[in-house]
């Protein structure tokens, strides 16, 4: 049996809202396995985003472990999280969050430059990626020259940028149109099949219906884990 590629813990996470704690995430517990197309869905306030950002390593757990690859990301000091996020961790938001002043082809490639990838390798890997996401004939535009979809699919590349152990998504398809939501989801699940593991948080039934797995949550719980039936 194959080492989970992550393991999550008895995660816990307790804000504090001025005086009064909000238990966001209660004791949560479970393992993703390679190349696994999972979303989370559940209601707003349920956790998703708190559990997103313990497994990114942007906040740190009130309590317990994130195993990303077999190494315990939550027991990394301030000085490793971000060489640690950006070697194993690809993010993708709900409004791009792409340098608005950078081309395709610069957005992809900062990611590589904050990981020293050198200049070369970064240029032909970025140019790799935009033509993998249909985008070849795009690759010198800004993000304002770019439809919503268009400037998913570069931020999915710059994602996809250093390899990572997973992908986070929160709500990817949140502004886009149907037609585009589903370009995208096929995109991201093209990539799973590629042995590429990405996690989804989704409001849309659309979108969870064709990941292979669905947790959803339920007051910082998991209230259940399904496999897709027909998938
Ligand atoms: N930085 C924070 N400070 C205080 N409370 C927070 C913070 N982030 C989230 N919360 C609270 O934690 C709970 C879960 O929030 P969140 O993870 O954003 O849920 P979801 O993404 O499912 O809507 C909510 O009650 C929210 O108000
Ligand atoms: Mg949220």
Redesign the pocket.
Do not use: R
């Given at each position: 049996m194959n080492e989970p590629i992550l393991r999550v813990r008895g995660l816990s996470?307790t804000?504090?809202?001025g005086k009064i704690p909000?238990h966001?995430?209660r004791d949560v517990s479970f393992d993703v396995s390679k190349g696994e197309f999972l979303s989370i869905v559940?209601?707003?306030?349920?956790?998703?985003?708190?559990?997103l950002?313990m497994i990114g390593l942007l906040?740190k757990p009130t309590n317990g472990s994130v195993f990303i690859d077999g190494i315990e990301v939550t027991g990394a000091t301030d000085s490793d999280a971000p060489r640690i996020r950006r070697e194993k961790i690809g993010f993708v938001f709900q409004h791009f969050n792409l340098i608005p002043t950078l081309s395709a082809l610069e957005n992809v490639d900062l990611a590589m430059r904050f990981a020293r990838v050198p200049k070369t390798r970064r240029k032909e890997r970025a140019i790799e990626l935009l033509n993998k996401m249909g985008l070849s004939d795009r690759i010198n535009h800004k993000p304002s020259e770019l439809s919503g979809g268009e400037q998913q699919r570069v931020a999915i590349a710059r994602a996809m940028a250093n390899k990572p152990a997973i992908i986070l998504a929160?709500e990817p398809t949140g502004e886009v149109d149907t037609k585009t939501r589903d370009m995208i989801v096929e995109l991201l699940r093209g990539l799973s099949e590629n042995g590429q593991t990405i996690l989804i948080?989704t409001h849309d039934t659309a979108v969870s219906s064709r990941t292979k797995r669905v947790i959803r949550?339920l007051d910082?719980m998991i209230e259940s884990d399904t496999k897709v039936e027909g998938y």
């Open positions: 996470k804000y504090m809202q909000v966001a995430l559940g209601p707003s306030g349920s956790g998703k985003s708190t559990f950002s906040d929160d948080v949550m910082g």
